[in-house]
């Protein structure tokens, strides 16, 4: 017999991500600029360690290096766990469960005359006396929790999403921002540190160098954006929500989930619970193996036979029950008759010869 083959749940999920590691690894399929960032970091690591910090460690002092060690594997590290992980994307409603929301959504929108626009998908829920509207994904046919959006991108809906990142390779939402958020802070300090001591190294060395230029504008990138980041982790704010205006002034409608306070947002943000993932990426699917037709196997055990005594049909012999046919109440009329009651010859009367015979019609 062939064995049920195990599929692991992550290699049949929708939408546009691709796994590595047996679904341990779940990243966005354009990669090339989360490579781009790799190369960036490594290669001006590189240049500092090779051409900066050897002079450095002798003239000023050996813990300069070995700071810029630890910072860059810090960095790394933030770094592959923000593009490696699950930003929270939510699962796709089931077949089942997708025909009875539709049930539902039907049964409150009535009958829509033809020609006419069907009314917004969308519920309404509150939260700290504040309404919020939940819209209606048709892609993923669920209605997204509060604050989830679906990426174009990965073609998923990611709970508190913030925005899709290229230079991570990912989604940035619920489960990954507080990593992407040390991935800018830890990047924009070693860039600052890198900037720092190479502007040291040219002044003690009297020299030129294109490299203080390079770090010069890459600061102000880096830095701009663990700025903004900042900025929306005190406000408890996404990109995403801020982009859109969705808790502005201009629209009287505050936000709900802020708590008035920087330190309170903040620590929800940073320090809050981290969030499992409900996607079950490495779940077991069993799929039941191909039907085949094999040929019966014969028993090569014999039987056990049962013999009961009938009436024979051979003197002193027993017939089989499987054998016999059936015998009733009749079964006088199968039995053999008896020698006195076998019929002689002389009880019948002689046959007519042929010449006896007169055609009918003769007299």
Same mark, same amino acid.
């Given at each position: 017999?062939?064995?049920?083959?195990?599929?692991?749940?992550?290699?049949?999920? @929708?939408?546009?991500?691709?796994?590595?590691?047996?679904?341990?690894?779940?990243?966005?399929?354009?990669?090339?600029? +989360?490579?781009?960032?790799?190369?960036?970091?490594?290669?001006?690591?590189?240049?500092?360690?090779? +051409?900066?910090?050897?002079?450095?460690?002798?003239?000023?002092?050996?813990?300069?290096?070995?700071?810029?060690?630890?910072?860059?594997?810090?960095?790394?590290?933030?770094?592959?766990?923000?593009?490696?992980?699950?930003?929270?994307?939510?699962?796709?409603?089931? *077949?089942?469960?997708?025909?009875?929301?539709?049930?539902?959504?039907?049964?409150?929108?009535?009958?829509?005359?033809?020609?006419?626009?069907?009314?917004?998908?969308?519920?309404?829920?509150?939260?700290?006396?504040?309404?919020?509207?939940?819209?209606?994904?048709?892609?993923?046919?669920?209605?997204? @929790?509060?604050?989830?959006?679906?990426?174009?991108?990965?073609?998923?809906?990611?709970?508190?999403?913030?925005?899709?990142?290229?230079?991570?390779?990912?989604?940035?939402?619920?489960?990954?921002?507080?990593?992407?958020?040390?991935?800018?802070?830890?990047?924009?300090?070693?860039?600052?540190?890198?900037?720092?001591?190479?502007?040291?190294?040219?002044?003690?060395?009297?020299?030129?160098?294109?490299?203080?230029?390079?770090?010069?504008?890459?600061?102000?990138?880096?830095?701009?954006l663990t700025g903004?980041?900042?900025?929306?982790?005190?406000?408890?704010?996404?990109?995403?929500?801020?982009?859109?205006?969705?808790?502005?002034?201009?629209?009287?409608?505050?936000?709900?989930?802020?708590?008035?306070?920087?330190?309170?947002?903040?620590?929800?943000?940073?320090?809050? @619970?981290?969030?499992?993932?409900?996607?079950?990426?490495?779940?077991?699917?069993?799929?039941?193996?191909?039907?085949?037709?094999?040929? *019966?196997?014969?028993?090569?055990?014999?039987?056990?036979?049962?013999?009961?005594?009938?009436?024979?049909?051979? *003197?002193?012999e027993h017939t089989?029950?499987?054998?016999? @046919?059936?015998?009733?109440?009749?079964?006088?009329?199968?039995?053999?008759?008896?020698?006195?009651?076998?019929?002689?010859?002389?009880?019948? *009367?002689?046959?007519?010869?042929?010449?006896?015979?007169?055609?009918?019609?003769?007299?």
């Amino acid at each position: 017999m062939l064995a049920a083959r195990v599929t692991r749940r992550w290699e049949k999920l @929708p939408g546009k991500n691709t796994f590595c590691c047996d679904g341990r690894v779940m990243m966005a399929r354009q990669k090339g600029v +989360f490579y781009l960032t790799v190369a960036l970091i490594t290669g001006t690591c590189a240049l500092f360690f090779g +051409f900066e910090c050897p002079y450095l460690a002798v003239h000023l002092s050996p813990a300069i290096p070995v700071f810029a060690v630890l910072l860059f594997l810090f960095v790394m590290a933030v770094l592959l766990r923000t593009s490696f992980s699950d930003p929270g994307v939510l699962p796709r409603a089931l *077949p089942e469960e997708a025909t009875f929301i539709e049930m539902e959504i039907e049964a409150a929108n009535g009958n829509v005359p033809a020609g006419q626009r069907p009314p917004p998908r969308i519920r309404n829920v509150e939260i700290n006396n504040q309404i919020v509207k939940l819209k209606y994904c048709y892609t993923c046919k669920i209605f997204r @929790p509060p604050r989830a959006s679906h990426c174009s991108i990965c073609d998923n809906c990611v709970d508190r999403f913030d925005h899709h990142c290229p230079w991570v390779g990912n989604c940035v939402g619920r489960r990954n921002y507080r990593y992407f958020y040390l991935f800018t802070l830890s990047l924009s300090l070693l860039t600052i540190y890198i900037f720092t001591f190479d502007i040291v190294h040219v002044v003690l060395r009297s020299m030129d160098s294109s490299f203080v230029l390079i770090c010069f504008f890459t600061l102000w990138s880096v830095v701009g954006l663990t700025g903004f980041h900042t900025y929306l982790i005190s406000m408890n704010q996404t990109t995403n929500e801020d982009i859109k205006g969705s808790w502005s002034g201009k629209n009287r409608v505050q936000n709900p989930y802020s708590h008035r306070n920087i330190i309170k947002n903040c620590c929800e943000v940073l320090c809050g @619970p981290s969030y499992p993932s409900v996607l079950d990426r490495r779940g077991v699917m069993l799929e039941a193996p191909p039907a085949t037709t094999t040929a *019966p196997v014969k028993s090569t055990t014999p039987e056990p036979q049962t013999t009961k005594t009938t009436a024979p049909l051979i *003197p002193n012999e027993h017939t089989p029950e499987d054998v016999k @046919p059936s015998i009733d109440t009749t079964s006088d009329k199968t039995c053999p008759a008896s020698e006195d009651e076998k019929p002689h010859l002389s009880q019948f *009367p002689p046959l007519a010869s042929p010449d006896t015979l007169e055609p009918a019609g003769a007299h």
